[in-house]
């Protein structure tokens, strides 16, 4: 009953981020760059919404979810991803 009712008020971090398409709110969009990438994985782990996907041997951005806070350019010592206005880059859906 007591979960229930947390439910209806209140919405844990992951559950409630990932009911909301959080990449409508981006202006600035990453671009990741593969042949620069390094594989450290440390986007994946510093994007605050988890919308960097981890695949067999690469990282792929989640545009769906990515908000464009700049984090994971920010985090990546390779210069790797790159931040660019909404809508200039062909990698990400809009
Ligand atoms: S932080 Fe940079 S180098 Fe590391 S996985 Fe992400 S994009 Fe690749
Ligand atoms: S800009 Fe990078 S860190 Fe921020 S939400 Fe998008 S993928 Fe995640």
Do not use: H
Not at 28 to 43: A, R
Not at 77 to 93: D, F, L, Q, R
């Amino acid at each position: 009953m007591m979960e229930s009712k947390e439910k209806e008020y209140i919405t844990s971090v992951g559950e409630g981020i990932y009911s909301i398409n959080t990449g409508d709110w981006r202006i600035n969009e990453p671009v990741l760059d593969q042949e620069k990438c390094k594989k450290c994985g440390l986007c994946f782990l510093y994007c605050p919404v988890f919308c960097i996907e981890k695949k067999d041997d690469y990282y792929e951005i989640n545009y769906d979810y990515c908000k464009g806070c700049g984090i994971c350019a920010r985090e990546c010592k390779s210069g790797a991803i790159k931040m660019v206005e909404k809508g200039s880059s062909s990698y990400a859906k809009n």
